[in-house]
């Protein structure tokens, strides 16, 4: 039994390098991202001379989009491969270890993606009240009731977060519960 169970957690254990394929898909997808984003500046520079001012603007706001959605994955895959695979390090002293890395931990990675995704909403909610015209009244609703549940959903997370950090704190002055 001793070796059976021995097997069964290597494998549980070995199990966490098939999320690699998932950081790999992310980093291509990201390569793909980085080609959109390419696409768009030399779009934006071919219409310069005779683009109006709001066609700038809104075109502006869409690479800002594209740099936070890339931040966001570049975030959630190296201090995913950090947090549950192996903790990334460079081997060498020339090269410094990435120190905010080892200090997302799961649930303040969950924090700053929910904060990530108000963000980019904020920056699509904008766009859309810059071309207010061309939308429909109800599609200005939903999209400002999305937002919301958004900026909602991440101060929950936040006050989730700092009642983690504050109950061990308390219970550590209380017994622990008797054990049956």
């Known amino acids: 039994m001793n070796s059976l169970q021995k ?3 290597r494998t549980i254990l070995a199990s966490r390098y098939v999320l690699v394929v998932f950081y790999i898909g992310l980093a291509f997808a990201l390569l793909v991202f980085a080609g959109q984003f390419v696409i768009k500046i030399v779009d934006i520079t071919m219409k310069f001379p005779s683009a109006d001012e709001t066609a700038v603007l809104l075109a502006m706001l869409q690479l800002i989009d ?4 890339a931040g966001l994955v570049v975030m959630v ?3 995913s491969y ?5 903790r990334l390090d460079s081997g060498d002293g020339d090269t410094p270890r990435i120190t905010w890395i080892s200090q997302l931990d799961p649930g303040s990675l969950k924090i700053k993606v929910a ?15 810059m071309n207010a015209t061309n939308v429909t009244n109800d599609d200005i609703y939903w999209k400002v009731v999305i937002h919301v549940v958004f ?3 991440a101060l929950f997370l936040g006050v989730l977060d700092r009642l983690t950090v504050i109950w061990p704190a308390k219970s550590k002055d209380r017994e622990p519960p008797p054990r049956l």
């Open 151 to 153: 900026i909602f959903s």
């Open 82 to 86: 950090d947090n549950f695979v192996s």
């Open 7 to 9: 097997i069964i957690e």
């Open 115 to 129: 904060s990530a995704i108000v963000a980019i909403s904020s920056i699509h909610l904008l766009q859309i009240f």
């Open 66 to 69: 594209k740099a936070l959605v």
């Open 77 to 79: 895959m190296l201090s």
